[in-house]
């Protein structure tokens, strides 16, 4: 497939397109990376045949939001969950009734959200502002160095932040005040779509690169650094080996993906790699006790066994449908498509036990469980509340 390598300070839609920030030496410029969206040699999606559910699932609830056209994700505490859209409207909603229990529009578009400690919530505005809410009410912004992708994390009185120049920066959650920013030694581009920021321990995890480090929170200073890939190639674009979110975490092992290039697991309690395997995928992944659930860029949903790495079952029934990354639900693992439906996989053996009808555009988030509800969010800005029996 044909790459078009372009300046320009617009945006194209992501999968199965990847996108990319030049971040030169003297300034930032925008760089875009698309595939061709057309022509005789895309391929075309598979076609889905009918499916006899072998998993019965109820839908309790919609509720409208806006168009989401940047990486949301959905931040979840207790049996509240965290969305946002792009035109600036956020909201904390009960995942039971799918009623809100607050909603503000902030009247600015944004660029990443949301995360939640359940108390602050927090985005990232197209204009590189880090704005913080706390029961529907904006309590500060702060302006940030670069563009962000990745959702703020929020813990322990603080919000954390991934920026597109890979620099970690910290903030208080009740002032914005700036605690500290690391920033690693970077390559040139690096993808517009969510990275990996989270907690294991005392221990904050970020993707910097092809790296997964381990940082002091109260400081910001390197604890360990892991690289699941290495930038390869001859140009930038094949360089391009950035951890996207989500990640499977089990305990203190954390596993992720390498744009296009690897997943890996790493003990990030001791900060050692366990296995790397190559796989050539854009979304990040999902897991059990015992296998690792990811998707590759042709569709295929792929599997790897935990403890080592080695491969496990794959299923070729959802290619080239623009999946997202998968979601454990049960007994089954759930991933949202390009056309708005939603496919329950076996964690077994990868047979499709049902398929969930939205409103027929793009699954734009990874599939959420909260308490006994999955939700599912359309790029439309319509939320669907299902429950699995």
């Not at 605690?179 to 221990?203: F, I, K, S, Y």
Request: net charge positive; proline share 4%; aromatic share 6%.
């Amino acid at each position: 497939m044909m790459r078009i390598l372009f300046s320009s300070f617009g945006a194209l839609r992501a999968l199965p397109y990847a996108r990319a920030w030049r971040l030169p030496m003297a300034g930032l410029a925008l760089v875009v990376l698309a595939a061709c969206s057309g022509g005789a040699n895309k391929p075309k999606p598979t076609e889905l045949k009918a499916v006899v559910p072998v998993v019965a699932v109820q839908q309790v609830w919609t509720a409208r939001l806006g168009a989401v056209k940047f990486p949301l994700a959905v931040s979840v505490s207790g049996s509240t969950l965290f969305v946002a859209a792009s035109e600036g409207v956020v909201a904390a909603m009960d995942a039971r009734t799918g009623r809100d229990i607050w909603r503000l529009n902030l009247a600015t578009p944004l660029a990443a959200g949301v995360g939640s400690d359940g108390r602050v919530a927090a985005v990232v505005t197209q204009g590189n502002h880090l704005v913080a809410v706390v029961d529907g009410r904006e309590i500060w912004r702060e302006k940030l160095t670069a563009q962000a992708y990745t959702a703020p994390f929020v813990a322990g009185g603080r919000i954390f932040v991934l920026t597109a120049d890979r620099a970690v920066h910290a903030f208080d959650g009740n002032s914005g005040r700036k605690l500290w920013m690391q920033q690693r030694p970077t390559e040139p581009l690096v993808l517009r779509q969510a990275g990996v920021l989270l907690a294991v321990g005392d221990t904050l995890v970020a993707g910097l690169a092809g790296r997964l480090t381990g940082l002091n929170p109260a400081n910001g200073s390197l604890r360990w650094e892991v690289p699941i890939a290495s930038p390869r190639g001859i140009n930038d674009v094949e360089r391009l080996v950035d951890l996207v979110g989500p990640v499977s975490r089990l305990n203190n092992v954390v596993c992720v993906r390498a744009f296009q290039a690897s997943v890996g697991c790493v003990n990030a309690e001791r900060g050692v790699l366990q296995w790397t395997k190559t796989a050539d995928g854009s979304v990040g992944l999902d897991g059990d006790e015992r296998l690792v659930f990811a998707v590759e860029s042709d569709g295929k949903v792929v599997t790897w066994k935990r403890a080592d790495g080695e491969s496990g079952w794959r299923s070729e029934q959802l290619r080239f449908r623009g999946l997202t990354a998968p979601r454990v639900v049960g007994r089954s693992i759930a991933i949202g498509d390009a056309s708005g439906f939603v496919h329950l996989l076996s964690r077994e053996d990868g047979t499709l036990v049902n398929r969930l009808a939205t409103d027929g555009s793009a699954i734009v988030a990874t599939p959420t469980l909260v308490g006994e509800t999955l939700v599912v969010v359309t790029q439309a800005g319509t939320i669907f509340g299902f429950q699995p029996q």
